[in-house]
Protein backbone atom coordinates (compact mmCIF):
# COMPACT_ATOMS: atom_id res chain seq x y z
CA UNK A 1 0.00 0.00 0.00
CA UNK A 2 1.22 3.92 -0.65
CA UNK A 3 2.82 5.33 2.18
CA UNK A 4 1.44 8.78 2.87
CA UNK A 5 3.14 12.15 2.77
CA UNK A 6 4.65 13.51 5.56
CA UNK A 7 3.05 17.35 6.19
CA UNK A 8 0.01 18.66 7.45
CA UNK A 9 -1.18 15.40 9.48
CA UNK A 10 -1.27 16.32 13.53
CA UNK A 11 -0.39 13.30 15.97
CA UNK A 12 -3.36 11.58 16.90
CA UNK A 13 -2.94 12.52 20.67
CA UNK A 14 -4.19 15.65 18.93
CA UNK A 15 -7.42 14.11 16.57
CA UNK A 16 -9.63 13.86 19.45
CA UNK A 17 -9.55 17.81 20.03
CA UNK A 18 -10.45 18.29 16.10
CA UNK A 19 -14.23 18.66 15.21
CA UNK A 20 -14.91 15.85 18.47
CA UNK A 21 -17.91 17.49 19.05
CA UNK A 22 -19.58 16.20 15.94
CA UNK A 23 -18.12 12.99 15.52
CA UNK A 24 -21.16 11.10 13.71
CA UNK A 25 -21.22 10.01 10.15
CA UNK A 26 -24.23 11.18 8.10
CA UNK A 27 -24.11 8.23 5.61
CA UNK A 28 -24.77 4.79 7.86
CA UNK A 29 -26.23 2.01 6.43
CA UNK A 30 -28.86 -0.04 7.58
CA UNK A 31 -28.31 -3.05 8.59
CA UNK A 32 -29.00 -6.32 7.50
CA UNK A 33 -32.93 -7.64 8.49
CA UNK A 34 -33.24 -9.37 12.03
CA UNK A 35 -33.54 -13.45 12.07
CA UNK A 36 -37.28 -12.90 12.96
CA UNK A 37 -38.15 -10.84 10.35
CA UNK A 38 -35.94 -13.16 7.46
CA UNK A 39 -37.91 -16.03 9.20
CA UNK A 40 -41.13 -14.37 8.99
CA UNK A 41 -41.09 -13.56 5.11
CA UNK A 42 -40.28 -16.83 4.59
CA UNK A 43 -43.18 -17.85 5.61
CA UNK A 44 -44.78 -15.29 4.17
CA UNK A 45 -43.08 -16.70 0.61
CA UNK A 46 -44.74 -19.79 1.61
CA UNK A 47 -48.39 -18.64 2.08
CA UNK A 48 -47.90 -16.98 -1.47
CA UNK A 49 -47.40 -20.07 -3.07
CA UNK A 50 -50.40 -22.17 -1.73
CA UNK A 51 -52.34 -19.45 -2.90
CA UNK A 52 -50.67 -19.41 -6.14
CA UNK A 53 -51.20 -23.64 -5.76
CA UNK A 54 -54.99 -22.70 -5.15
CA UNK A 55 -55.47 -20.91 -8.16
CA UNK A 56 -53.54 -23.40 -10.52
CA UNK A 57 -54.73 -26.85 -8.64
CA UNK A 58 -57.30 -27.36 -11.75
CA UNK A 59 -54.64 -27.20 -14.21
CA UNK A 60 -52.18 -29.15 -12.71
CA UNK A 61 -51.44 -32.96 -11.27
CA UNK A 62 -49.73 -32.70 -7.73
CA UNK A 63 -46.71 -33.70 -8.64
CA UNK A 64 -46.30 -30.74 -10.85
CA UNK A 65 -48.12 -28.77 -8.05
CA UNK A 66 -45.10 -29.41 -6.58
CA UNK A 67 -42.88 -27.58 -8.38
CA UNK A 68 -44.80 -23.94 -6.87
CA UNK A 69 -43.59 -24.81 -3.45
CA UNK A 70 -39.48 -24.47 -4.59
CA UNK A 71 -40.11 -20.91 -5.43
CA UNK A 72 -40.55 -19.83 -1.76
CA UNK A 73 -37.48 -21.77 -0.88
CA UNK A 74 -35.41 -20.42 -3.80
CA UNK A 75 -36.23 -16.82 -2.91
CA UNK A 76 -35.36 -17.51 1.10
CA UNK A 77 -32.01 -19.07 0.12
CA UNK A 78 -31.40 -16.42 -2.11
CA UNK A 79 -32.17 -13.48 -0.39
CA UNK A 80 -31.53 -14.97 3.55
CA UNK A 81 -29.47 -17.73 3.42
CA UNK A 82 -29.82 -21.33 5.01
CA UNK A 83 -31.29 -21.00 7.84
CA UNK A 84 -34.35 -19.58 6.45
CA UNK A 85 -34.38 -21.42 3.32
CA UNK A 86 -34.51 -24.62 5.57
CA UNK A 87 -37.61 -23.21 7.40
CA UNK A 88 -39.24 -23.13 4.18
CA UNK A 89 -38.83 -26.09 3.04
CA UNK A 90 -40.52 -27.56 5.95
CA UNK A 91 -43.09 -24.86 6.18
CA UNK A 92 -43.44 -25.68 2.05
CA UNK A 93 -43.70 -29.71 2.64
CA UNK A 94 -46.23 -29.48 5.65
CA UNK A 95 -48.63 -26.48 3.43
CA UNK A 96 -48.40 -28.85 0.38
CA UNK A 97 -49.62 -32.14 2.70
CA UNK A 98 -52.07 -30.69 4.40
CA UNK A 99 -53.76 -28.37 1.47
CA UNK A 100 -53.55 -30.83 -1.54
CA UNK A 101 -52.90 -34.07 -0.63
CA UNK A 102 -55.85 -36.40 0.28
CA UNK A 103 -57.37 -36.58 3.17
CA UNK A 104 -57.55 -32.58 2.91
CA UNK A 105 -56.89 -30.34 6.33
CA UNK A 106 -55.04 -32.87 7.72
CA UNK A 107 -51.29 -34.17 7.61
CA UNK A 108 -52.20 -37.83 6.94
CA UNK A 109 -51.27 -38.83 3.30
CA UNK A 110 -53.79 -41.99 1.62
CA UNK A 111 -52.31 -41.68 -1.96
CA UNK A 112 -48.78 -43.81 -2.46
CA UNK A 113 -48.57 -41.14 -5.38
CA UNK A 114 -49.12 -37.89 -3.00
CA UNK A 115 -46.25 -39.65 -1.06
CA UNK A 116 -44.22 -39.90 -3.67
CA UNK A 117 -44.87 -36.17 -4.90
CA UNK A 118 -44.61 -34.79 -1.07
CA UNK A 119 -40.99 -36.74 -0.52
CA UNK A 120 -39.94 -35.46 -3.86
CA UNK A 121 -40.99 -32.03 -3.21
CA UNK A 122 -38.59 -32.24 0.15
CA UNK A 123 -35.73 -33.73 -1.67
CA UNK A 124 -35.98 -31.37 -4.70
CA UNK A 125 -36.30 -28.11 -2.49
CA UNK A 126 -33.63 -29.06 0.17
CA UNK A 127 -31.04 -29.64 -2.87
CA UNK A 128 -31.93 -26.56 -4.45
CA UNK A 129 -31.92 -24.03 -1.02
CA UNK A 130 -28.68 -25.81 -0.43
CA UNK A 131 -27.40 -24.54 -3.73
CA UNK A 132 -29.15 -21.45 -3.70
CA UNK A 133 -27.73 -20.70 -0.15
CA UNK A 134 -24.02 -21.87 -1.24
CA UNK A 135 -24.28 -19.18 -3.80
CA UNK A 136 -25.89 -16.73 -1.98
CA UNK A 137 -22.70 -17.16 0.36
CA UNK A 138 -20.18 -17.08 -2.52
CA UNK A 139 -22.16 -13.72 -3.66
CA UNK A 140 -21.66 -12.31 -0.16
CA UNK A 141 -17.61 -13.20 -0.03
CA UNK A 142 -16.99 -11.38 -3.36
CA UNK A 143 -19.18 -8.37 -2.17
CA UNK A 144 -16.99 -8.08 1.07
CA UNK A 145 -13.59 -8.39 -0.59
CA UNK A 146 -14.78 -5.61 -3.02
CA UNK A 147 -16.59 -3.66 -0.24
CA UNK A 148 -12.99 -4.30 2.22
CA UNK A 149 -10.43 -2.87 -0.95
CA UNK A 150 -13.06 -0.22 -2.03
CA UNK A 151 -12.56 0.93 2.13
CA UNK A 152 -8.82 0.20 2.36
CA UNK A 153 -8.84 2.55 -1.06
CA UNK A 154 -10.50 5.15 0.18
CA UNK A 155 -8.75 5.49 3.38
CA UNK A 156 -5.49 5.31 1.75
CA UNK A 157 -6.08 8.36 -0.29
CA UNK A 158 -7.49 10.51 2.24
CA UNK A 159 -4.13 10.06 4.06
CA UNK A 160 -1.77 10.42 1.45
CA UNK A 161 -3.88 13.67 0.03
CA UNK A 162 -2.77 15.26 3.90
CA UNK A 163 -6.56 16.25 4.40
CA UNK A 164 -7.32 17.59 7.78
CA UNK A 165 -7.46 15.62 11.27
CA UNK A 166 -11.09 15.38 11.22
CA UNK A 167 -10.95 14.10 7.66
CA UNK A 168 -8.53 11.42 8.35
CA UNK A 169 -10.04 10.14 11.44
CA UNK A 170 -13.35 10.06 10.22
CA UNK A 171 -11.98 8.14 6.83
CA UNK A 172 -11.19 5.30 9.38
CA UNK A 173 -14.18 4.75 10.93
CA UNK A 174 -15.85 4.44 7.12
CA UNK A 175 -13.52 2.42 6.23
CA UNK A 176 -13.85 0.37 8.95
CA UNK A 177 -17.41 0.10 8.59
CA UNK A 178 -17.19 -0.57 5.10
CA UNK A 179 -14.96 -3.39 5.30
CA UNK A 180 -17.09 -5.44 7.79
CA UNK A 181 -20.58 -4.38 6.59
CA UNK A 182 -21.25 -2.94 10.34
CA UNK A 183 -20.99 -0.36 12.74
CA UNK A 184 -18.07 1.28 13.87
CA UNK A 185 -16.64 4.24 15.89
CA UNK A 186 -12.85 5.56 17.27
CA UNK A 187 -12.04 6.98 19.81
CA UNK A 188 -8.76 9.10 20.23
CA UNK A 189 -6.92 9.46 23.80
CA UNK A 190 -6.46 13.28 24.62
CA UNK A 191 -4.17 13.49 27.61
CA UNK A 192 -5.35 11.23 30.02
CA UNK A 193 -8.94 10.75 28.74
CA UNK A 194 -10.56 8.79 25.85
CA UNK A 195 -12.60 10.55 23.26
CA UNK A 196 -15.33 9.51 21.02
CA UNK A 197 -13.86 11.12 17.36
CA UNK A 198 -15.93 9.25 14.72
CA UNK A 199 -18.54 6.78 13.59
CA UNK A 200 -19.80 5.14 10.94
CA UNK A 201 -22.50 2.53 9.65
CA UNK A 202 -25.15 3.73 12.05
CA UNK A 203 -23.17 3.37 15.38
CA UNK A 204 -24.73 3.78 18.39
CA UNK A 205 -22.49 4.54 21.48
CA UNK A 206 -23.74 4.01 25.06
CA UNK A 207 -21.90 4.39 28.47
CA UNK A 208 -20.94 0.88 28.42
CA UNK A 209 -19.05 0.54 24.75
CA UNK A 210 -16.93 3.78 26.31
CA UNK A 211 -16.23 1.84 28.98
CA UNK A 212 -15.37 -1.24 27.38
CA UNK A 213 -13.03 1.16 24.85
CA UNK A 214 -11.58 2.88 27.95
CA UNK A 215 -10.57 -1.04 29.15
CA UNK A 216 -8.93 -2.24 25.81
CA UNK A 217 -6.97 0.93 25.77
CA UNK A 218 -5.65 1.26 29.77
CA UNK A 219 -5.16 -2.93 29.05
CA UNK A 220 -3.50 -2.84 25.80
CA UNK A 221 -5.29 -5.94 24.57
CA UNK A 222 -8.02 -6.58 22.04
CA UNK A 223 -11.57 -6.52 24.27
CA UNK A 224 -14.34 -8.96 22.38
CA UNK A 225 -18.09 -8.05 22.29
CA UNK A 226 -20.28 -9.35 25.56
CA UNK A 227 -17.34 -10.68 27.65
CA UNK A 228 -16.41 -10.29 30.73
CA UNK A 229 -15.70 -7.53 32.59
CA UNK A 230 -17.85 -5.78 29.65
CA UNK A 231 -20.57 -7.95 29.41
CA UNK A 232 -23.13 -5.65 27.66
CA UNK A 233 -21.15 -4.07 25.91
CA UNK A 234 -22.06 -4.86 21.34
CA UNK A 235 -18.31 -3.57 20.05
CA UNK A 236 -15.02 -5.56 19.15
CA UNK A 237 -12.86 -2.83 20.53
CA UNK A 238 -8.60 -3.02 19.36
CA UNK A 239 -5.95 -0.59 21.10
CA UNK A 240 -3.54 0.77 18.16
CA UNK A 241 -0.66 2.67 18.76
CA UNK A 242 1.50 3.78 21.58
CA UNK A 243 1.36 6.13 24.54
CA UNK A 244 0.68 9.61 23.44
CA UNK A 245 -0.67 8.69 20.04
CA UNK A 246 -3.18 5.74 20.86
CA UNK A 247 -6.87 5.49 19.43
CA UNK A 248 -9.00 2.81 20.02
CA UNK A 249 -10.96 0.93 17.32
CA UNK A 250 -14.40 -0.36 17.63
CA UNK A 251 -17.05 -2.59 14.86
CA UNK A 252 -20.64 -4.11 16.20
CA UNK A 253 -20.20 -7.50 14.20
CA UNK A 254 -23.74 -8.35 15.81
CA UNK A 255 -24.42 -5.81 12.76
CA UNK A 256 -22.64 -7.31 10.10
CA UNK A 257 -24.46 -9.45 7.75
CA UNK A 258 -21.94 -12.37 7.68
CA UNK A 259 -21.02 -12.41 11.27
CA UNK A 260 -18.44 -11.73 12.81
CA UNK A 261 -15.49 -12.83 10.85
CA UNK A 262 -12.98 -15.22 12.04
CA UNK A 263 -9.48 -13.04 11.89
CA UNK A 264 -10.79 -9.19 11.47
CA UNK A 265 -8.15 -8.11 13.60
CA UNK A 266 -5.84 -8.21 10.21
CA UNK A 267 -8.03 -5.06 8.51
CA UNK A 268 -7.95 -3.69 11.70
CA UNK A 269 -4.48 -3.59 11.95
CA UNK A 270 -3.99 -1.99 8.67
CA UNK A 271 -7.00 0.75 9.16
CA UNK A 272 -4.66 1.47 12.49
CA UNK A 273 -2.11 1.16 10.49
CA UNK A 274 -2.78 4.00 8.03
CA UNK A 275 -3.98 6.09 11.40
CA UNK A 276 -0.36 5.64 12.96
CA UNK A 277 1.48 6.28 10.43
CA UNK A 278 -0.60 9.45 9.79
CA UNK A 279 0.97 10.41 13.33
CA UNK A 280 4.57 9.37 12.58
CA UNK A 281 4.58 11.25 9.29
CA UNK A 282 4.35 14.48 11.62
CA UNK A 283 7.51 13.40 13.42
CA UNK A 284 5.23 14.67 17.02
CA UNK A 285 4.71 11.98 19.75
CA UNK A 286 4.75 9.37 17.12
CA UNK A 287 3.72 5.56 18.16
CA UNK A 288 6.38 3.20 18.29
Not at 142 to 156: I, K, N, V
Not at 176 to 187: K, Q, R, T, W
Request: negative net charge; charged residues 15%.
Amino acid sequence: MPSPPTDNIVPLANLASVDAGSPQDTGAEPGRLPWAMQYGLSVVFVAVAVVLAFVVEHLLPAQNLTLIFVLPVVIAATMFGWGPALAAVVMSVLAFDFFFTEPRLTFAIASPSDIWAAGLLLVTAAIVSAVAAESRRRGLESRRAAAQASALHALAHVVIEARPPAQVIQAAARALSGAFGAPAVVFVESGDQLKLAATAGGAQIRATEEDAARGALFAGVPMRAETYPHDESLFDFWPIGAPGARCVLGVQFSEAAGGRPSKPEQLVEIVGGYLTRAAASAGVGAPA
